[in-house]
């Protein structure tokens, strides 16, 4: 078992440094869309959103910013007029990622129907593995629904979706109210969650494997940021809201004991 004490910092975002700006597209991909050209209709969840570059901005924090639309906004999606548009970045073919120890510290958005979330996927799904069998580690889901709720997952051949292998605990506060450090430990042979300091959940390769299902994490994932709105897992949107944010300070990567390595592409 590696020494959670010996870190060693090997990436870092730092939003507030920028103070405002534009985020650097040589770090950041931006999704544009409904997810209709990637093959995934509503990105494959029946999402609502329509994905924008102009929906992400950095004012003192990174800002995904979620707004409802007007039927005239010229945005399309697979059910029409887009209602909603929102912003999705990610760091693949840019910056990878392997083993090692991810903490994000972000503070969640308000209103029911928000479906914010913080996670990674393996880097050869680039290369044609499809998803599940390239591996998901989401570090935090949440729900405006569940205002509360701590939720971390990994998802494979043969535990995706809703049954992917999964943990939920409730902050005492509600997400939005303040800033939150949410973070994942993960190491050859297990991966583990955690909630500012808190361990919440421990997931073991040797148990995965043992009940015969793969562990696809031992290879270069990609980091993935955005706040979706509707779809399967969020439910049905609050017909009153009007807007959210989901609100990024930093993003800091460690090695941990020599265990984590950083890719440049």
Known sequence: MADWSAQSLLWSEEFADHHAGQLSE??????????????LVGWGNNELEYYTK??????????????????????????????WKSGKIHTARKIGFKHGRIEVQAKMPSGV???????????????????????????????GAHPYQV?????????????????????????ADQFHTY???????YIEWFFDDLSYNRINRQDVESSGK???FNQEFYLIMNLAIGGWF?????EKLQRAELQINSIK?????????????
């Open 234 to 238: 969020a439910g049905a949107v609050d």
């Open 253 to 265: 990567y460690y090695s941990i004991d020599g265990v984590g390595e950083l890719v440049l592409h």
């Open 183 to 189: 973070a994942i430990n993960w190491t050859p042979d």
């Open 113 to 143: 129907g928000t479906w914010p979330a913080l996670w990674l996927l393996g880097a050869n799904l680039l290369d044609g593995i499809a998803w599940p069998h390239c591996g998901e580690i989401d570090i935090l889901e949440n729900t």
């Open 26 to 39: 040589d770090t950041w991909n931006f999704d544009i869309g409904d997810g209709s050209s990637a093959g």
């Open 54 to 83: 102009d929906s992400v901005s950095i004012n003192d924090s990174l800002i995904i910013t979620a707004e409802r639309i007007s039927a005239d906004s010229g945005l399309h999606c697979y059910y029409g007029p887009a209602q």
């Open 151 to 175: 939720q971390g997952t990994i998802h494979a051949d043969g535990y995706f979706g809703e049954n992917g292998l999964t943990k939920i605990i409730q902050s005492p506060d509600a997400l």
């Open 214 to 216: 793969p562990w696809p």
